[in-house]
């Protein structure tokens, strides 16, 4: 297991230099206030870089604990520690720019625990783009009344699975087959190959399908009078087992899928 790696320093306002393993012998570098954040308080961190395992400091550490796990998402790393008290926290990871300095950036970081952010009650964190117009969308060439994308960078292209593809680096990151009821309903005249291309769409590393309509749509006979309600629950269950990658969607409509 990773390690985690708490060193006094002689620094007056950052009296201790914290070092997070995140990849075998890489280590996130954070000189910080406190060993740890009290309830209702969030520690200020500098971030010093990155350091191998050969330039970690010769003395004993004052904690040293093994990380369970340790994850990135956007801006946000979030660490558990194998021990039984002060396990869980995370790392909030801004950019501010300089008041005085326009177009110059610095870097804020912000140590935050389950106690420390219970008061505050922030909401959920989500990454998201902070500019539309950066997103670079492919849309099937085969796609009638294609959804829309604000500003962002639209081409159509033949892809190979999938009705939209999200780019980035010219590579492919993502992408998302949409199906209406009668699109899905249909498909089950030739099950096999509907499964054959969910197999494609798989090999993307995000993939999902959109339903536009709600599951309660599909087995309801008053919705689809074709197949019994007990046989398209179990297709869909089928296809929950043999594709737990994929994102399976289900959308009250077109409106709120495109959403």
Not at 30 to 41: E, H, I, N, R, Y
Not at 66 to 83: A, C, D, M, P, W
Request: include cysteine.
């Amino acid at each position: 297991m990773n390690k985690w790696l708490l060193y006094p320093t002689a620094i007056q306002n950052f009296p201790f230099k914290l070092y997070i393993e995140e990849s075998p012998d890489k280590f996130l570098v954070l000189s910080v206030q406190d060993k740890w954040p009290g309830p209702g308080k969030k520690i200020f961190c500098l971030p010093d870089g990155y350091c191998d395992r050969e330039n970690l400091p010769s003395e004993t550490p004052l904690e040293e604990c093994e990380i369970i796990t340790s994850e990135r998402y956007g801006k946000k790393l979030t660490v558990v520690l194998n021990r039984k008290t002060r396990r869980r926290c995370w790392f909030l990871f801004l950019k501010k720019e300089h008041k005085t300095r326009v177009g110059e950036f610095y870097d804020q970081v912000f140590w935050i625990t389950h106690s420390s952010a219970k008061e505050r009650r922030p909401g959920a964190y989500i990454p998201k783009s902070k500019d539309v117009r950066l997103l670079e969308i492919i849309v099937d060439s085969r796609e009638r009344r294609p959804y829309k994308f604000g500003d962002a960078k639209i081409k159509k292209e033949n892809l190979k699975s999938g009705d939209y593809a999200l780019v980035k680096d010219r590579e492919i990151v993502a992408v998302a087959e949409r199906k209406t009821l009668d699109n899905f309903l249909h498909e089950l005249g030739t099950y096999d190959f509907f499964k054959i291309a969910l197999q494609e769409l798989n090999k993307n590393k995000y993939k999902a399908v959109v339903f536009e309509s709600p599951y309660s749509d599909f087995i309801n006979p008053k919705k689809q009078k074709f197949y019994s309600a007990n046989y398209i629950a179990d297709i869909l269950a089928d296809l929950f087992v043999n594709f737990p990658e994929i994102q399976f969607v289900f959308c009250d409509n077109r409106k709120f899928a495109n959403e």
